[in-house]
């Protein structure tokens, strides 16, 4: 189990280094010079070496690379040349955004889809599951800043229920800063739900036609027990694995949706840094978003082992 | 295999929609109601049928003039991008199936690494450099259709390569390249033209973000999520304007999703309709 565990995070360490050598290669490689960019067309040349000094653009690159690297991991993101602050406060402040805003939505997508998978897989072919499948059909079709917008104009304009946008901060309590992020996880949550009820509906399905529940069955077994014993346990896992998969997406979804609500998330902070070409802080922030993606998939890996103690026994997985 | 099997309500409801798309699109090249960039400051935000079908935006453009010619670009970017990033993913799926060893684990990882970037992240960092467009954003998503192929074909490549017949082709000395071309492709064209589909959906939501965020083809061409983005702003006074659009991308999203299930429960005999 320990050699499984450290061969895992071998394993995480080689991508996350793999992830970073290919942010570094885009941003540093392609044609076209940052501090040019930053600057615009009407730079003085003194201005773009100073800029290139300052940004160690004159160093070859591998030092750069193992310079931006070395500060990365000892939590030194460099300085935002729009906000002359450090990018790692920055990160940090926006995070505190970011973070609950999709938890909240994975809970709200999850607290959805299984229930309502479970219920049509259990009720299949009757008039709730074919509900219940045709809107999650629909759900996942739906953009999910489509969805902030026609939340922000029912909830908030029209019924005044919830903010319409902006984030009070947590310093002003939970409650106002909860209250802020209620439509944002909504709008992300539901296209999710869509997917994961699907994807909840088949598991459940597949399980209850697997041999063992078959023979469960067939020597009594309950149809109500062979679901709740075994069905849902089971559905679990490729449940978990979609989950990791959709982190990606809700990742792009907190771009868009931040930006429809006008929260100070992470995801609002690599569209201002692109519209300001700071590319400091959005080097930084697709490095972020691209690491919490492959751990979020890792910590899945591993979930599996607690789900499914075939593969812990196998340990190979 | 599949002849005389009625095809699915999904199946008819998918190709329904998509074919409707498509010859709006196509319709949308020769003509639409008014010329889609044309403004008419004296008519602007007017509601559905006060001017036009569905009423004007806030420079007086007819609203269903603008959908028409944004389905050409966001059914034109979402096609190109599966194209490209459906070819490359392909070609690497199927190559590395083939070599196996030392590529196949590289290649494999790679496309681990290539999850981890959002089509809207990568075209952002894309955009920065090279400047947001049509272009750019087709790259984006193509970069990321790249590793769902590989992966879908390699998976599927390595199934035909065990079958006997393909076993007896080797042993008769036939190459890597002549297999894969002969009995490795065809035999995983459906699972392949499947996915296509699908993505297909998952294309036009993500070219759609891309255009509400600014990174798609620039102005005053129309794109649905542009036209969203500018709905943002008269969101209280001219609501419908945020209606149309949505609900176009949603049932264009939705048409590929149906006919991509619907051609799965078709093409694979073995899964249940309706699963």
């Known amino acids: 189990m320990l050699a499984l565990l450290s061969r895992r995070l071998l394993g995480l360490a080689a991508t996350l280094l793999a992830v970073a050598a290919l942010v570094f290669a885009v941003m540093s490689v392609l044609p076209g010079d940052p501090a040019a960019i930053m600057l615009g067309t009407s730079a003085r040349p003194d201005t773009l070496a100073a800029l290139h000094r300052q940004m160690g653009l004159d160093a070859p690159v591998p030092v750069r690379f193992g310079r931006w690297l070395g500060g990365a991991l000892t939590g030194d993101f460099g300085v935002s040349t729009t ?53 999650a059909q629909l759900g996942v079709a739906l953009p999910n ?126 569209y201002q840094a692109f519209a300001q070409r700071d590319l400091v802080v959005l080097q930084d922030v697709v490095l972020v978003f691209a690491a919490l993606v492959i751990v979020v998939n890792f910590l899945v890996d591993l979930a599996y082992l607690a789900l499914d103690p075939r593969l812990r026994a196998r340990g190979t997985a | 295999m599949t002849a005389g099997r009625p095809p699915g309500p999904r199946l008819v409801a998918g190709l329904a929609i998509t074919a409707v798309l498509a010859a709006v699109a196509l319709v949308a090249l020769a003509w639409t109601p008014e010329p889609p960039t044309r403004m008419a400051i004296l008519f602007k935000l007017r509601p559905p049928l006060a001017h036009g079908l569905l009423g004007t935006d806030a420079f007086g453009r007819d609203v269903l003039s603008m959908l028409m010619a944004g389905a050409r670009n966001s059914l034109g970017v979402a096609l190109a991008a599966v194209a490209l990033g459906g070819s490359a993913g392909t070609l690497l799926g199927v190559g590395v199936a083939a070599r196996r060893g030392l590529v196949d684990g590289l290649v494999m990882r790679g496309c681990d690494v290539a999850f981890a970037f959002p089509p809207i992240v990568s075209a ?104 969203l983005a500018d709905a943002q702003t008269y969101m209280v006074r001219a609501p419908w304007l945020a209606v149309a659009p949505g609900a176009t991308i949603a049932l264009a999203v939705l048409g590929f999703n149906l006919l991509g299930d619907g051609l799965r429960d078709r093409l694979d005999p073995r899964r249940s309709p309706g699963r």
């Open chain 1, 145 to 270: 800043f489509w969805l902030g917008l026609l939340l922000v104009l029912t909830v908030a304009v029209w019924l005044g229920w919830l903010p319409a946008g902006g984030f009070p901060g947590w310093a002003a309590g939970p409650g106002p800063a909860l209250a802020a992020l209620v439509l944002p996880a909504l709008a992300l949550a539901l296209p999710q739900a869509g997917i994961l009820t699907r994807v909840t509906r088949t598991a459940v399905l597949d399980v209850l036609e697997e041999d063992f529940v078959r023979t469960a069955r067939a020597k009594g077994l309950s149809r109500r027990a062979a679901l709740w014993r075994h069905a849902v346990p089971n559905a679990l896992v490729p449940v978990v694995t979609v989950l990791g998969l959709q982190f990606s997406f809700l990742i792009a979804g907190s771009v868009l949706v931040e930006s429809v609500f006008g929260l100070p998330g992470l995801g609002r902070l690599a």
């Open chain 2, 124 to 227: 952002m960092m894309l955009g920065a450099l090279l400047g947001p467009g049509r272009a750019t954003a087709t790259l984006a998503i193509a970069l990321f259709m790249v590793p769902v192929f590989a992966r879908v074909s390699r998976g599927a490549a390595l199934q035909v390569w065990s079958r006997d017949y393909v076993l007896a082709a080797r042993g008769a000395g036939r190459g890597a390249l002549a297999i894969s071309l002969d009995h490795v492709l065809p035999n995983i064209a459906g699972q392949l033209v499947v996915q296509a589909t699908i993505q297909l959906g998952l294309a036009v939501l993500t070219e759609a973000g891309l255009s509400f965020l600014g990174l798609g083809a620039p102005p005053p061409e129309p794109s649905w999520g542009r036209m």
């Open chain 1, 83 to 135: 906000y002359g602050v450090p990018v790692a406060a920055l990160i940090a402040e926006r995070l505190a955004v970011t973070l609950p805003l999709a938890f909240l939505a994975i809970a709200l997508s999850v607290a959805a889809a299984l229930p309502l998978g479970v219920l049509a897989a259990a009720r299949r072919g009757q008039a709730v599951d074919v509900l219940v499948t045709a809107l």
